[in-house]
């Protein structure tokens, strides 16, 4: 209200327009209070809820019930036309699945708060079958039934948890049929409600505390099968989600091959009773112990082939000329060394006497070639005496006459004979005819 509403009467005052401005000195009348919440809740719309039918009274053209949800404790009284549930195909009882129109209202009066029911369903097999296969598909849509997310089971696992109802005889097929199996089998049982309106919550809270134990290796929900309204906490889309986000693998077990459950779809195994869990998700010991005979046979034979094999070989080498005298290999290396040692000493000396004869060759080539020779020969070698005589200009060291005119008459010469020098002067030179004894 914009406006301050004000108390019909002689003594009215003006009245706070908003409950946030009410004070104890300026209180809203308690009629103006129900009229503001009757007229709030009148503007509420209907709306179609789900629930289970726990109380149902007739008082002529009224009934009264009580519905409550069907996954929580949560619980909501109603009313209700008896035209209205007489219109019904098949008449309401408690325990019925239905989903009603509500619509609100409140009793200005009494400051009571009613939920008129305007019309109410049954909800049949079919229905509630209908609703699975579009929550199955999806879920199916979203991947949480895909094969690659399945995790495989442990071969044998140490710690098994097993989710099953109180005493029921789901949890005694599974830990019988498991124990005959394996004896030395260990589980962490949780009992829990596995159907009505708090087995979901229950199965999830149990689910959770054994997927964060790192001794459990798998996780198997059990129950002994029943109707399909009974097996509805398997379909909740919630526990659907929780056992899709568990690190440990899960066995779906329900027993119930007629309808399906989602859980089996999303399980990581899912077994067709509680039974064949308990054999499925541990070995036969008997089986085991049968393999391990086998697998130690058949290594027995392969290890005996192989000795056998090389004993043979060993016979076949033993055999052999170079094993019977292995000295033989050494004598025939020691002849080719021995053979290599002549063959490179022969070679060596014949480098040698090649050398040497071409050394001898060059040294009578040197010899021939040496000025002794020619002077054996007979020849002279005429040198100045004193490279600075008669005026010439032959430097010390190349004295050697080669012109007359080096050695003018009157010069002292040396002359070099094959036997040693003599001195000699020179006369001059002679010309072409010219004569002297």
Same mark, same amino acid.
């Given at each position: 209200?914009?406006?301050?509403?004000?108390?019909?009467?002689?003594?009215?005052?003006?009245?706070?327009?908003?409950?946030?401005?009410?004070?104890?000195?300026? /209180?809203? @009348? !308690?009629?103006?209070?129900?009229?503001? $919440?009757?007229?709030?809740?009148d503007r509420t719309p209907s709306a179609w809820v789900e629930g289970q039918v726990i109380e149902l009274n007739r008082r002529g053209t009224n009934a009264y019930l009580t519905l409550r949800d069907v996954d929580a404790e949560v619980s909501l009284p109603a009313s209700v036309w008896t035209k209205i549930l007489e219109r019904q195909n098949m008449p309401l009882e408690r325990g019925s699945r239905v989903v009603a129109l509500l619509k609100p209202e409140f009793w200005l009066k009494t400051g009571r708060l009613n939920m008129l029911v305007r019309d109410i369903r049954p909800v049949g097999l079919g229905d509630l079958?209908?609703?699975?296969?579009?929550?199955?598909?999806?879920?199916?849509?979203?991947?949480?039934?895909?094969?690659?997310?399945?995790? /495989?089971? @442990? !071969?044998?696992?140490?710690?098994?948890? $097993?989710?099953?109802?109180?005493?029921?005889?789901?949890?005694?097929?599974?830990?019988?049929?498991a124990a005959l199996r394996w004896p030395a089998v260990e589980f962490e049982v949780r009992e829990v409600a596995v159907q009505g309106n708090t087995a979901v919550s229950q199965i999830i809270r149990a689910l959770r505390e054994l997927d964060e134990r790192p001794d459990v290796d798998v996780i198997v929900i059990a129950r002994g099968g029943g109707a399909l309204e009974d097996l509805l906490p398997f379909n909740s889309e919630e526990l659907i989600r929780a056992v899709a986000a568990a690190a440990t693998p899960v066995v779906s077990a329900i027993g119930h091959e007629a309808d399906r459950p989602l859980l089996d779809d999303v399980a990581d195994l899912r077994a067709s009773t509680p039974t064949d869990a308990g054999k499925r998700i541990v070995p036969e010991v008997a089986e085991e112990l049968a393999n391990v005979r086998q697998a130690r046979e058949q290594l027995r034979r392969c290890i005996g082939r192989l000795v056998d094999r090389e004993a043979d070989r060993l016979l076949s080498l033993h055999s052999r000329p170079v094993m019977a005298a292995p000295e033989g290999m050494v004598t025939a290396r020691s002849e080719d060394v021995e053979r290599l040692l002549r063959r490179s000493s022969a070679a060596v000396s014949s480098i040698v006497v090649r050398a040497a004869d071409q050394l001898v060759h060059l040294q009578a080539q040197v010899r021939a070639l040496s000025p002794q020779k020619t002077l054996d020969r007979g020849y002279a070698v005429v040198e100045l005496a004193d490279a600075r005589a008669a005026g010439t200009d032959v430097p010390a060291g190349h004295a050697v006459v080669r012109d007359p005119k080096e050695a003018p008459s009157g010069t002292p010469l040396s002359v070099r004979v094959a036997r040693g020098r003599f001195g000699a002067t020179s006369t001059g030179s002679i010309q072409q005819g010219e004569t002297h004894g």
């Open positions: 209200m914009s406006e301050p509403a004000a108390l019909p009467g002689p003594e009215a005052t003006t009245l706070p327009a908003t409950a946030a401005e009410t004070t104890p000195d300026n /209180p809203w @009348p !308690l009629q103006l209070l129900s009229q503001k $919440l009757k007229a709030h809740i079958l209908a609703r699975i296969e579009r929550l199955r598909q999806a879920l199916s849509a979203e991947g949480l039934f895909a094969d690659s997310r399945k995790k /495989p089971l @442990p !071969l044998l696992p140490h710690r098994i948890g $097993l989710i099953t109802g109180r005493d029921s005889d789901a949890k005694k097929d599974v830990l019988q049929n």
